[in-house]
């Protein structure tokens, strides 16, 4: 009996041993690594995630009692720890391998696809209620004809593809709303959904990317398709367009979430090439979210409407115009008509405008996210068609649009 209660009293102390040493190494490790934080070079940006990391603040008196050296003080450890991309790859693995299937909000789902998760409480009815308002206002303004085109949320699309016990948003009444909110004040709703699951279903080409929240140059012509047959206007066959493979390499934005992820593979980004001569651009000024290798803003000189050099940057769909601007205006000579369109619009219409290009006589873009004039001026030129065109969910949360009446 002695001897059983000593090997107990053994064990017990091996496991006491066992959890100081480990706890002495969790805490030595984030003394380690908090040193580290301020005495190593600060990291501005990263490549991987496509965005500017926060850095060390500056400390005041003011700030330490705002509280906001301690909030910046916590975004700049996160951001700025040691080998940071190598424990969030090692993190993704760790998760995958117990069969996690939802990883920092984003599903992985079937045959390779990353959804976003975007939940019935991530957006709000009254937000919605109030951008179609602004919407239907600059109808009424802009004295033209005005169209909304919401895009269908990936995995409201591919639900074949979601894992199991998976919960998205149902698009269904936004999509009811909408359509009721646009029509009551003469502003047409592009109804895109069944034309999306359509050809999701019939085409053996993607319509969405896998590793990226954005549709592909496939979905985009369905898109496009639809807004010219609605407005007379009769679509090129996508054949004509020489659609050509130019990258093999991409990894999109829900895989820098999910980085290391077990078995990613790379995306091809294919692009119409048979586009019209002769068209020419101009922009506000330099891409506002297209960043170059060192992480800088840098004025593009665009010969057509595509920057191969992003290709060989982490945010290859950034090779449509080099990125997104306040605006950016493309006139075409030899256009089917002599047409003005006004577009207002997230990323989603990028990859769209190519297909319209042949049917315009000139096409403005206008990404409300970055454009500081007067949305109100500006509709009120002599615009043929104007066109609000997002991605669903995007358009649902979206805190610009109010922009519209200024």
């Known amino acids: 009996m002695r001897k059983k209660e000593k090997r107990n009293m053994n064990i017990q102390k091996d496991g006491q041993k066992a959890g100081r040493l480990y706890i002495s190494l969790v805490i030595g490790a984030l003394a380690v690594g908090g040193i580290c934080i301020f005495a190593l070079p600060q990291q501005t940006y990263s490549a991987q995630e496509n965005r500017y990391?926060?850095?060390?603040?500056?400390?005041?008196?003011?700030?330490?009692?705002?509280?906001?050296?301690?909030?910046?003080?916590?975004?700049?450890?996160?951001?700025?720890?040691?080998?940071?991309?190598?424990?969030?790859?090692?993190?993704?693995?760790?998760?995958?391998?117990?069969?996690?299937?939802?990883?920092?909000?984003?599903?992985?789902?079937?045959?390779?696809?990353?959804?976003?998760?975007?939940?019935?409480s991530d957006l709000s009815e009254q937000n919605y209620r109030k951008n179609i308002g602004f919407v239907t206002a600059l109808r009424q303004n802009a004295d033209t004809e005005v169209s909304v085109m919401l895009v269908p949320t990936p995995g409201t699309i591919l639900t074949d593809q979601l894992p199991k016990r998976a919960v998205l948003y149902d698009p269904l009444p936004y999509d009811t709303l909408g359509e009721e909110l646009c029509e009551a004040d003469s502003v047409r709703w592009l109804a895109i959904r069944d034309e999306i699951?359509?050809?999701?279903?019939?085409?053996?080409?993607?319509?969405?990317?896998?590793?990226?929240h954005h549709w592909?140059?496939?979905?985009?012509?369905?898109?496009?398709?639809?807004?010219?047959?609605?407005?007379?206007?009769?679509?090129?066959?996508?054949?004509?367009?020489?659609?050509?493979?130019?990258s093999t390499s991409f990894f999109g934005t829900l895989y820098s979430k999910v980085a290391g992820l077990p078995g990613a593979r790379p995306e091809k980004i294919d692009l119409p090439m048979n586009l019209p001569q002769g068209i020419s651009i101009e922009t506000s000024g330099a891409p506002a979210d297209a960043l170059s290798t060192n992480g800088t803003h840098e004025m593009l000189q665009l010969s057509g409407i595509y920057d191969l050099s992003k290709l060989e940057v982490k945010d290859q769909y950034a090779?449509?115009?080099?990125?997104?601007?306040?605006?950016l205006t493309i006139t075409n000579p030899d256009a089917q008509t002599d047409r003005h369109l006004l577009i207002l619009k997230d990323s989603y219409a990028n990859s769209m405008v190519p297909y319209l290009i042949d049917g315009y006589a000139q096409i403005t873009?206008?990404?409300?996210?970055?454009?500081?004039?007067?949305?109100?001026?500006?509709?009120?030129?002599?615009?043929?068609?104007?066109?609000?065109?997002?991605?669903?969910?995007?358009?649902?949360?979206?805190k610009n649009l109010f922009k519209i009446l200024r």
């Open 216 to 246: 592909t140059t496939n979905g985009a012509y369905v898109g496009a398709s639809l807004y010219l047959q609605a407005h007379g206007i009769t679509p090129v066959p996508q054949e004509r367009y020489d659609v050509q493979t130019k």
């Open 53 to 120: 990391l926060t850095t060390r603040p500056q400390i005041s008196v003011d700030g330490i009692f705002s509280g906001e050296v301690q909030t910046d003080l916590t975004n700049a450890a996160n951001d700025q720890f040691p080998a940071r991309d190598l424990w969030m790859k090692t993190a993704t693995t760790s998760q995958y391998l117990l069969y996690h299937r939802e990883i920092n909000g984003v599903y992985i789902g079937e045959n390779g696809y990353l959804f976003e998760k975007v939940v019935d």
């Open 365 to 398: 873009m206008i990404d409300l996210r970055y454009y500081n004039e007067s949305v109100s001026e500006l509709a009120a030129q002599d615009w043929d068609e104007i066109l609000v065109c997002y991605e669903m969910s995007n358009f649902i949360k979206d």
């Open 197 to 212: 699951v359509r050809a999701a279903h019939d085409s053996v080409r993607p319509l969405y990317f896998k590793t990226d």
């Open 319 to 327: 090779v449509y115009f080099g990125g997104n601007y306040g605006s």
